[in-house]
């Protein structure tokens, strides 16, 4: 293994994910990783660009920034990239107007988005939202779609809380999908786009780049699609067996 | 298009499927298919075989037939192939003692098994009972097992109601298949094994029996290769346009 100064040589920007990086989510607004804090506080001191790369869709970026805060991280909203903003960009590019089944943290974020008549679904980590009667509805939005479109944030299929393992919305993406006999589109990692706005937005090539994440798949396997560097942290849902990642 | 006494030629026994094609359920128990209680009466006059082989599973075989006999349809409890009890049998053989992710109406078949420290989940119609929490447990009894084994019952995309379209067991099965990285293990139809213990309690060989149905990959696809011939009915979840079926 190359030692860490080579392997970083040329490195001018740094991603980072949130969830299982920074803090694990759970009662009571989770808990700080142990050394995180003060890791984010030298990375901001350093000559490095620093950017937060989430797919965390149940909170608004401003409830979840605040939330970091409140936990001691130096974090504004400006420096993070999250996917219901990047949804929305596409929705109104497109002019689509989606059914939502998102979590109800995270609904203002579509304040402005028309949701008349819809004619395609989004998904997000709806979590307790995820009922029965919910995936019905949106199920049905769909096969009444001569072109159905499933946008979903994220395809992530679990993250770790304080407290245990936790469903996250690509398993209930995939339910759509199969129900649907349809493939969605996905908005946020591991999605090129994404990654590449991310890099827009901290002015860094991805060849200058490194992101740092918990998730083989949605983190590190899609920076490196993308000309990055990706480095995968061993907190989070990180587990020493994968069970066959998809 | 062969003539359909040619088509029939040799058939002894008639596989029916249930919802779809006798009747679609909803509210108040729903309702008879048009000219669906007089087929049946028919067949059983006539020298065929018939049986009825079912994926219902929100309803123990003894609701359903009380139901079906409520709505004019001549069908007794040992006439019907449903998926529960044979997932009993499948527990039993293989010493598993099962998680349940199922409906309270079906929950009845399951009394004699052992699901005390559970070493599998078994997943069904569980209709409402798909909450979040529900999937959640049952994702995180998987991710607790050395081997998990997922038994789903069935696994059907959706079947219609007389209101509308309904999001089938298979959907969820996707669901749990794809956050752990697992494939499930079906019980029910196209389960060559399920048409097969059909058959064998109809006494008739495949190349004897047509199975009736609405759905052509469960009922069509499936009878077909265990060797039976098969009709799938314009009724049901059958639609025009078929969506890609998965």
């Not at 050394?35 to 409830?63: D, P």
């Not at 709806?126 to 096969?143: D, I, R, T």
């Not at 995939?174 to 969605?184: D, F, M, N, P, R």
Request: charged letters at 25%.
């Amino acid at each position: 293994m190359a030692a860490w100064g080579e392997r970083l040589a040329g490195v001018r920007g740094v991603l980072l994910d949130i969830s299982g990086v920074l803090y694990d989510g759970g009662e009571g607004g989770g808990a700080p990783i142990a050394g995180s804090v003060e890791a984010v506080a030298r990375l901001k001191r350093s000559r490095l660009k620093v950017r937060f790369c989430t797919n965390e869709s149940q909170k608004s970026r401003g409830r979840l920034v605040a939330l970091l805060r409140q936990l001691g991280y130096d974090i504004s909203e400006g420096e993070v990239t999250a996917p219901a903003p990047a949804a929305c960009r596409i929705l109104r590019e497109r002019g689509l107007r989606p059914h939502l089944l998102v979590h109800d943290g995270v609904r203002s974020e579509f304040a402005q988005v028309d949701t008349s008549n819809p004619n395609c679904v989004v998904i997000a980590d709806a979590g307790e939202s995820f009922s029965y009667q919910n995936m019905n509805k949106a199920f049905q939005v769909l096969m009444e779609l001569d072109n159905p479109v499933l946008i979903s944030l994220g395809r992530g299929r679990y993250y770790k809380e304080t407290s245990a393992l936790m469903l996250d919305v690509g398993a209930y993406m995939k339910a759509l999908e199969y129900a649907c006999g349809i493939e969605a589109e996905v908005v946020g990692k591991p999605s090129p786009e994404f990654f590449e706005s991310a890099l827009q937005q901290m002015g860094v090539e991805a060849h200058q780049a490194v992101m740092i994440g918990d998730d083989i798949v949605g983190d590190v396997g899609g920076a490196q699609r993308c000309g990055m560097r990706a480095l995968q942290v061993r907190t989070g849902k990180f587990r020493f067996v994968h069970m066959g990642d998809p």
